[in-house]
């Protein structure tokens, strides 16, 4: 059986979570308290030199890092990865997007209000990082405005990707009243068949000491 070795605040490990689910994947879950340094010890570091999670164990016992790395290798030959070679490329590219220009704002900023001191008026980079995290709701906006999901008619792991920072936004800071594509889409979520929750979204807004 798989094994996903995972911290339950953490949205790039929700991605992979709701994937599995999504696809009705049996799998075993381990939590690792990544704020607690859980993966910087050697144990954990053994299995992921780079010391994060989420972390996929396969059936053979080797390892997969990486959440959108993990993502594409559940949903091939499923629904949720296109058969057609530029869509799929289009998935990438949206996965790419996510994780250049949107959760370096979006989930940072997320990060910062939760688990840190960090304020508005203490840290310089805070405006900067509101200003792209924006700029990234805005290019969402401009997509799906027209269509239901980030590749036309159907979900695949380019909306997951994204919806996992995307849905909980409001926890950093940002306002999704001016995004009423963006805001559709995230509620087409929990209709999805095996949905389930972000624990994240669930917990105290002040877990620093979780």
């Known amino acids: ?13 929700y991605k992979v ?5 999504l696809l009705g994947t049996p799998y075993e879950l381990v939590e690792v308290n990544a704020i607690q340094g859980e993966t910087r010890k050697d144990a954990f570091l053994a299995k992921n030199p780079n010391g994060r999670i989420p972390l996929l ?3 053979d016992g080797s390892f997969l890092p990486e959440s959108n790395a993990i993502m594409f290798y559940l949903a ?5 990865l296109p058969d057609d070679r530029l869509e799929r490329a289009r998935a990438l590219q949206w996965m790419f997007f996510e994780q250049y220009s949107h ?25 900067d990082k509101e200003k792209r995290g924006y700029d990234a709701l805005g290019v969402m906006e401009r997509t ?8 036309g008619d ?21 306002d999704l009243s001016d ?15 095996g949905y389930v929750p972000f624990a994240g979204r669930l917990k105290e807004h002040d877990d620093r000491k979780a």
Request: charged share 20%; glycine share 10%; no cysteine.
């Open 1 to 13: 059986m798989l094994k996903l070795y995972d911290d339950p605040d953490s949205g790039n490990g």
């Open 17 to 21: 979570l709701l994937t599995l689910a």
């Open 57 to 59: 164990e396969l059936e």
């Open 76 to 80: 091939e030959g499923t629904p949720y």
């Open 103 to 127: 959760e370096p704002y979006i989930a940072v900023l997320r990060f910062w209000t939760r688990h840190t001191d960090k304020t508005r008026q203490s840290e310089p980079q805070w405006a």
């Open 144 to 151: 799906l405005a027209g269509q239901d999901w980030l590749l």
């Open 154 to 174: 159907v979900p695949s792991i380019a909306d997951i990707s994204l919806y996992a920072y995307t849905h909980v936004a409001d926890q950093g800071g940002f």
């Open 179 to 193: 995004y009423p594509g963006v805001r559709a889409w995230i509620g087409r979520f929990p209709g999805l068949k």
